[in-house]
Nanobody, 123 residues
């Protein structure tokens, strides 16, 4: 069973940036990996995804132009660069590995999840 571990969360002011990192087991080197977030009192939502070799990326409309997902296959890490953060970006951010090589929007395709990292954006 592979593992995923997020890091890089924190408290920032609106307009600032954060870089989240997901350390993934080599087990997931051929799987799509995505970032989800769960705001307080809301459901978990897909934020960004990247396929197994980094050739395809997906962004939710709410983060397009502000967030960038990338993958380093040698280091087995997936990063999420978040610029121009806003209070509505406040959430626990999770990385998850899909059972597919491609990006999937179906939560049921994600069987392995990290513990999450808190991102708090204050006005």
């Amino acid at each position: 069973q592979g593992q995923l571990a997020e890091s890089g969360g924190g408290l920032v002011q609106a307009g600032e940036s954060l870089n989240l990192s997901c350390a993934a087991s080599r087990t997931f080197s051929n799987n799509g990996i995505s970032w989800f977030r769960q705001p307080p009192g809301k459901e978990r939502e897909l934020v960004a995804g990247i396929d197994w070799n980094g050739g395809r990326k997906y962004y939710a409309d709410s983060v397009k132009g502000r967030f960038t997902i990338s993958r380093d296959r040698y280091k087995n890490t997936v990063s999420l660069r978040m610029n121009s953060l806003q209070p509505e970006d406040t959430a626990v951010y999770y990385c998850a590995a899909s059972i597919r090589a491609s990006i999937s929007s179906a939560k049921s395709d994600y069987r392995s999840w990290g513990q999450g990292t808190q991102v708090t954006v204050v006005p």
